[in-house]
C-alpha cells in the first residue's frame, strides 16, 4: 500500500527527495509519517504530516534541514533532505495512520512501506 523511492548514495552535504506513493486511500485522510533506521539502531520518527497536510512536524534533529510534502492528485507524500550527514545515512520508511493529528510515536501508524535506502559517505 505504501511505496518509498528516490533513495540512494550522496555525499556529505548533497540532498534527496524521498517519495512515499500510496494508492488506497486518500492522503488527507490520514497522517503520513516518515522513519528512519540506521544500523543497529531502533526505527526512530523524522517528520510526519497530519491529514490536512497543512502542520508538519520534524524532530529536533533534522528542524530546519527536511521538509516534507504532499501532492494529493497524485497520491504522494515527499521527504527531502538538505545537508545531509553520516547521521542521515539508514532505511527510510513511510507509514500510514488513522490518527489524524500527525504523531513521531510508532504506534500511532499501521501501514508501512519497505523503505529505501540511504548511504551518506564521502
Known amino acids: 500500500q505504501l511505496v518509498e523511492s528516490g533513495g540512494g548514495s550522496v555525499q556529505p552535504g548533497g540532498s534527496l527527495r524521498l517519495s512515499c506513493a500510496h494508492s488506497?486511500?486518500?492522503?488527507?485522510?490520514?497522517?503520513i509519517g516518515w522513519f528512519r533506521q540506521a544500523p543497529g539502531k531502533r526505527r526512530e520518527a523524522v517528520s510526519c504530516?497530519?491529514?490536512?497536510?497543512?502542520?508538519?512536524i520534524y524532530v529536533e534533529s533534522v528542524e530546519g534541514r527536511f521538509t516534507i510534502s504532499r501532492d494529493n492528485a497524485k497520491n504522494i507524500v515527499y521527504l527531502t533532505i538538505y545537508s545531509l550527514d553520516t547521521e542521515g545515512s539508514g532505511i527510510y520508511y513511510c507509514?500510514?495512520?488513522?490518527?489524524?493529528?500527525?504523531?513521531?510515536?510508532?504506534?500511532?501508524?499501521?501501514?508501512w512501506g519497505q523503505g529505501t535506502q540511504v548511504t551518506v559517505s564521502s
Open positions: 507509514a500510514a495512520g488513522s490518527y489524524p493529528y500527525g504523531s513521531v510515536h510508532i504506534s500511532e501508524y499501521d501501514d
Open positions: 488506497i486511500f486518500t492522503s488527507d485522510s490520514y497522517s
Open positions: 504530516l497530519d491529514s490536512s497536510g497543512h502542520r508538519p
